[in-house]
């Protein structure tokens, strides 16, 4: 089994920044793919960024390509999600999700709020 942890969620105006983390711990792989997905209220959940563990590929949706960055610590096995030029259609519940094939894993969420 996997855990993953959530964190860094908040409040932030239109144009400010957020990062969050992911804390994996139990039977953690560096070759595992992490990835972030969101869901917004009344919407289905989304897929926002992921990265390949075994040649670190990233993939963004194009909602948020050029802001927003994917990255992880294999020393703290946490994946980040640098988010920057919020905007308020980024609000949403963010949740970080693990697994080789398919994403067997998922994290509880964290709450992100754009004002504007």
């Known amino acids: 089994q996997v855990q993953l942890v959530e964190s860094g969620g908040g409040l932030v105006q239109a144009g400010g920044s957020l990062r969050l983390s992911c804390a994996a711990s139990?039977?953690?792989?560096?070759?595992?793919?992490m990835a972030w997905f969101r869901q917004a209220p009344g919407k289905e959940r989304e897929f926002v960024a992921s990265l390949r563990g075994s040649d670190g590929l990233t993939r963004y949706a194009d909602s948020v390509k050029g802001r927003f960055t994917i990255s992880k610590d294999n020393t703290k096995n946490t994946v980040y999600l640098q988010m920057n030029s919020l905007k308020p259609e980024d609000t949403a519940v963010y949740s970080c999700?693990?697994?080789?094939?398919?994403?067997?894993?998922w994290g509880q969420g964290t709450q992100v709020s754009v004002s504007s």
């Open positions: 139990g039977r953690t792989s560096s070759t595992y793919r």
């Open positions: 999700a693990a697994g080789i094939t398919t994403y067997n894993y």
